[in-house]
């Protein structure tokens, strides 16, 4: 009997160890494919790509992409921003240091969807003179206006615009705040609702303003 439970023990044990190598390799493999910058971008891209395909499809006009596309500019403005903050007040964390790596990616990819936000504007518009009829209303020159803002921080999200640039590339950057009011005064006023602009918001808000009232835990130069 005990050369059988012995056995049995041996079994059990094989399994598991089995068990836990695997979960370490697809642990592993997931780690490698997720580093890979090709794969991070097309996951910043599906949202564009299931609207571009409903828009194409024919299930969606320009006038209903506005909402989606300002919408994903904004979320993914948003966590790029807060990752600073969450750093102060965390500390480091391997999740946190991951997607500060990948900050950069996350501006031009609410910059890209501010682009396409845009071009839907002038789909649904049509003509000049219905644009400049409505251009100094209050939700639609402060969209204009943080577009202008987005426009340098883009194409300065590269490592050879921080070494040409070197400290002023930092000062650039916070261009990100304003463009960040601009577009919260955007959205309040284009659909006339505080609401979701501000569970949007909120957050970003709390976050950015702990970061000056609390201390801080650690220091880290992300990208």
């Not at 190598?21 to 642990?27: C, F, M, P």
Request: charge should be positive; glycine fraction near 6%; proline fraction near 5%.
């Amino acid at each position: 009997m005990d050369a059988i439970w012995r056995q049995r023990r041996g079994y059990g044990y094989n399994f598991r160890v089995a068990h836990s190598r695997a979960r370490d390799y697809r642990e592993c493999m997931l780690r490698i494919i997720l580093n890979k910058k090709p794969v991070f971008w097309i996951l910043l891209s599906l949202p564009a790509i299931l609207m571009m395909r409903s828009f194409y499809a024919g299930d969606r006009i320009a006038m209903d992409m506005l909402h989606p596309t300002g919408e994903w500019s904004a979320r993914f403005m948003i966590v790029a921003m807060i990752l600073s903050p969450l750093l102060s007040l965390l500390g480091p964390r391997p999740w946190l240091s991951w997607l500060i790596q990948r900050r950069r990616a996350l501006g031009v990819a609410a910059f890209a969807y501010a682009v396409l936000h845009l071009v839907f504007y002038l789909i649904d518009m049509g003509n000049i003179d219905d644009m400049i009829a409505e251009f100094l209303a209050l939700g639609i020159w402060t969209g204009w206006a943080a577009m202008l803002l987005f426009v340098p921080l883009a194409l300065t999200s590269n490592d050879a615009s921080m070494r040409a640039l070197k400290a002023g590339w930092k000062r650039l950057q916070r261009l990100v705040y304003p463009a960040a009011l601009l577009v919260l005064v955007h959205w309040i006023f284009i659909h006339n609702n505080l609401g979701p602009a501000l569970v949007h918001f909120a957050p970003l808000a709390l976050l950015v303003a702990a970061r000056f009232f609390l201390p801080r835990k650690s220091a880290f130069k992300g990208a």
